[in-house]
């Protein structure tokens, strides 16, 4: 392992320059051990960029850092809100960006480690203003979802947003919703405030993408899905049955297992689709990512390669 890090420091202090590596890469791939060493050898703490786990009722679905791990290494949004919270990508985003500015003063280094794409993007590149939807505009809405069904919501965005009307996903309810909601409450098309202008950053941003062969990877879904349902992930999502119609469970893992509770198919084919569904969501996930030219990939073993390309981006 390099030991450069006093080296670095001292770069960043004279050059005034924070950093922001961003270790990316699909669901399973070992981007936690990873970031792990990578916080020893900087001697920085982890903002974690998993839009699931920072909920606190989550932890073995969710595969969460482990307890010994968050001793290995502090992790910032693991287990800080619960599932009955409001939270999306913008407040991440802001609070990231707050968080930077106070560790700042003790590191120029930051490190931001996950998988989950409109989190990771929010911070790098800023997301769009969209109004915080208020409660009684929120509630309206779920209601009328309930009395009335998706098709008079989908007329009803035809006729208030055409433009989005033609792009969004018309099976996907909670976007749609989300769309008129905006409508509503502001008097304003959603599309008036999707910019995607990319918004300036306090800090230079090193992109390191993390990825295995593809049978390799899906082994080690398979894997982790039997591993996860060894340390209770049944009755974890047991416990949470009740809340299941929360945005926060709409998630890979409780939605196969709250089917079976429902007496759907059996607890071999929940357990089935589970692992196909994340291997899905991590072909999805390198999609996302490989559209990214400024990502430099590398296998999970080539940490040293790993410091030697941080090191030549901190030096260029």
Not at 57 to 81: C, M, N, S, W
Not at 181 to 195: A, D, W
Not at 205 to 221: A, S
Request: hydrophobic share 35%; net charge neutral; charged share 25%.
């Amino acid at each position: 392992m390099l030991s450069d890090k006093g080296n670095i420091s001292f770069l960043f202090r004279r050059q005034g320059v924070a950093k922001l590596i961003v270790i990316i890469g699909p669901t399973a791939v070992g981007k936690t051990d990873l970031t792990i060493r990578l916080a020893h050898h900087y001697g920085i703490q982890v903002i974690n960029a998993d839009s699931r786990q920072i909920y606190r009722e989550l932890p073995i679905g969710t595969a969460a850092p482990t307890a010994e791990q968050l001793r290995q290494a502090h992790h910032y949004f693991v287990g800080t809100k619960s599932i009955h919270d409001y939270y999306n990508a913008s407040m991440y985003e802001q609070e990231v960006l707050a968080l930077c500015r106070q560790l700042d003063a003790q590191s120029d280094i930051h490190l931001l480690s996950g998988g989950s794409m409109m989190y990771i993007d929010a911070v790098c590149n800023g997301i769009d203003d969209i109004p915080t939807i208020r409660d009684d505009i929120r509630q309206q809405m779920k209601q009328r979802y309930h009395d009335e069904g998706l098709p008079s919501l989908l007329d009803d965005l035809k006729r208030l947003d055409p433009e989005h009307y033609a792009i969004v996903d018309r099976n996907n309810y909670r976007r749609v919703i989300h769309a008129l909601e905006i409508c509503y409450q502001t008097g304003k098309t959603y599309t008036s405030f999707r910019l995607n202008e990319k918004k300036p950053r306090p800090f230079e941003i090193i992109k390191i993408g993390i990825n295995r062969q593809r049978d390799e990877l899906y082994n080690r879904i398979n894997d982790r899905v039997d591993q996860m349902l060894r340390q209770g992930m049944l009755a974890e999502a047991e416990s949470l049955y009740q809340y299941r119609s929360l945005n926060a469970l709409n998630t890979v893992g409780y939605k196969e297992l709250f089917a079976y509770f429902d007496g759907q198919w059996p607890l071999e084919e929940a357990v089935e689709r589970i692992k196909g569904n994340t291997r899905r969501y991590a072909r999805k996930q390198l999609t996302w990512f490989q559209r990214d030219q400024s990502i430099k990939w590398f296998a999970p073993d080539e940490e040293d390669k790993i410091l030697k390309y941080i090191s030549l981006c901190i030096r260029t």
